[in-house]
Each structure stands twice: as structure tokens, then as C-alpha cells.
């Protein structure tokens, strides 16, 4: 069986799990000089663990956490864990599936960008002068999951809310929007979108007080159509 790598920190007294994979992107700062977010699971365990990060296993996972939080491992808060397994919810007539990991909705909101309408504006990746894509934008406080600008130039980050809280979701999306404003972004208008299979009354009410950031759910659906033989 393939074990699951998570990360387990101490926030607001409780422990929250994040992929690991993922929070190594986020923080490269926890990592050595030659950071590489393509190094594998084992290899990133490895840093941490000669960082001197405890370990706890078991036959489906395997989690690091920093040693000031080994009280709290048993008190885990599983709010932000990212699901490992498709959630299929079958209809009357097609089958209803949410995307099993975050890069698969990443990958496919990028590949039909140009079909998404945010402000009355057509959208496109964004491209900086390094030829750097927006696919995984890295900024100075972390990964943007899809940063796009629209017809004019305006920016447009894109939070993808894969079994997040709202608050972890809202925090993101302030924070990425925050640092574009402040950097690259300084003469254009910077919006946001969340994206959520399911979007909850939290984050309904959260964007009540942020009139640049727009909610959206997603839906994919698939059918079988079988085929006879010669």
C-alpha cells in the first residue's frame, strides 16, 4: 500500500495536516539551498526528519510534524487534509465526480481558461518577463494555484478549495492578492477566485466583505456509452 506523506503543524492550538508535497512548495524556506519541488515524498521527509521533525506511521501514512507539537498529535484537526480518493456521487443519469487531487482541477481550470467569464472579461494564463507561467505562480508568500489576467492586463489569482477550511481558503486568497497589489500588480486590478466542488454559507459570507473576490463551484461529468462488437 502506498503511504500518504503529510505535514501536521500547531495552529490555534490544535494540529492541522497539509500534503506534503504541497507545503514543501509553499515553504521552500524549511528546506536546504537546493530546494526542488520535484523531489519526491522520501527525499523531503528525509530533510525534515535530519531537521530534527518527529515522524508518526502507519500502514497508510506517514506524517512530520515539528517536535514542538508531538503533544498535540493525537488532538489532529483534519480540516485541511487534502482527500487521496474520488468522491463519486451518482445521478439519475450521469455520474457526478469531484477531482481526486488539487492538480487535476488545476489542470483542467487552466486548460479552459478561455471558456471562464470572471467580470465580463475573457481570461489566459498569465506569462511573466522570466517566461515564467501562472500554473503554481511563486510568489514571496507562496505558491498562486492559477494566476491569469484578463483582457486588460488585470490579474486574477485562482484558490482552488480541495477539502480546505474556509478561513485557510479565504486567508490564501487575501494573501497572494495582497502581494501582487503590492508587486507586480501595482498598476492593474487584482481579483480573486475561489473554486470549491461544494461552496458552504462560510465563505458566502466571507466575500461580503471582499467585493473582488468571486466564488465559484465546479461539476464534471462523464458517461458510458457501450460499444458492440464486430
Do not use: C
Not at 530534527?52 to 503533544?71: K, N, S
Not at 458552504?200 to 466583505?209: C, G
Amino acid at each position: 500500500m502506498v503511504q500518504r506523506h503529510i505535514v501536521a503543524l500547531p495552529i490555534d492550538g490544535a494540529l492541522k495536516i497539509f500534503p506534503l508535497k504541497r507545503w514543501a512548495r509553499e515553504n521552500p524556506d524549511q528546506f536546504s539551498g537546493n530546494f526542488n519541488p520535484d523531489h519526491t515524498s522520501h527525499q523531503l521527509r528525509g530533510v525534515l526528519i535530519k531537521n530534527g521533525w518527529l515522524t508518526a506511521e502507519t500502514e497508510d501514512q506517514f506524517m512530520l510534524f515539528p517536535r514542538e507539537a508531538a503533544h498535540l498529535v493525537n488532538e489532529i484537526d483534519h480540516s485541511d487534509e487534502q482527500e487521496s480518493e474520488v468522491d463519486v456521487e451518482v445521478g439519475s443519469e450521469e455520474n457526478d465526480i469531484s477531482f481526486a487531487m488539487e492538480h487535476q482541477l488545476r489542470d483542467f481550470i487552466i486548460a479552459n481558461l478561455n471558456g471562464i467569464d470572471v467580470g465580463g472579461k475573457k481570461l489566459s494564463l498569465f506569462r511573466d518577463s522570466d517566461g515564467r507561467d501562472g500554473k503554481e505562480y511563486r510568489t514571496g508568500v507562496g505558491l498562486i494555484d492559477i494566476l491569469a489576467i484578463d483582457e486588460d492586463g488585470n490579474f486574477v489569482v485562482f484558490e482552488l478549495k480541495r477539502a480546505k477550511s474556509p478561513d485557510h481558503a479565504i486567508g490564501q486568497i487575501a494573501r497572494y492578492m495582497g502581494w501582487l497589489t503590492a508587486n507586480i500588480g501595482k498598476d492593474k486590478e487584482v481579483s480573486g477566485v475561489i473554486v470549491a466542488k461544494t461552496i458552504d454559507e462560510k465563505l458566502q459570507y466571507a466575500i461580503r466583505v471582499m467585493p473582488n473576490v468571486s466564488l465559484f463551484e465546479y461539476s464534471v461529468s462523464f458517461t458510458l456509452n457501450q460499444v458492440d462488437a464486430f
